[in-house]
């Protein structure tokens, strides 16, 4: 079993910037990746940012310069930074992290709320 386990998000104003962070817990041994989507009202859920096993991280063209994904060196914590919000980055943000065993196993965050707004 795994769990992800959220912390941050919350009311900024346009501008601003904020920090998420999920730690995962249970059996993540060999996770291929561990990262961020998030889902705005009426839209479908989207990919924000993630890191692969190798260090490579992949951004939505939205975030690109704007956000930071990064894992801490025990690599069970995934932490997004977020600048220069816009009220467009307004949405619920899941982590979420994959594992190939085989076969691909998915596990998401409960989701926490980012609200950029005046």
């Known amino acids: 079993q795994v769990e992800l386990v959220e912390s941050g998000g919350g009311l900024v104003q346009p501008g601003g910037s904020l920090s998420l962070s999920c730690a995962a817990s249970?059996?993540?041994?060999?996770?291929?990746?561990m990262g961020w989507y998030r889902q705005a009202p009426g839209k479908e859920r989207e990919l924000v940012a993630g890191v692969f096993t190798g260090g490579q991280k992949k951004y939505a063209e939205s975030v690109e310069g704007r956000f930071t994904v990064s894992r801490d060196n025990v690599g069970n914590t995934v932490y997004l930074q977020m600048n220069s919000l816009k009220p467009e980055d307004t949405a619920v943000y899941y982590c979420?992290?994959?594992?190939?065993?085989?076969?691909?196993?998915?596990?998401w965050g409960q989701g926490t709320q980012v609200t950029v707004s005046e």
């Open positions: 249970g059996d993540i041994l060999g996770f291929n990746f």
């Open positions: 979420n992290i994959k594992i190939q065993r085989p076969p691909l196993y998915e596990y």
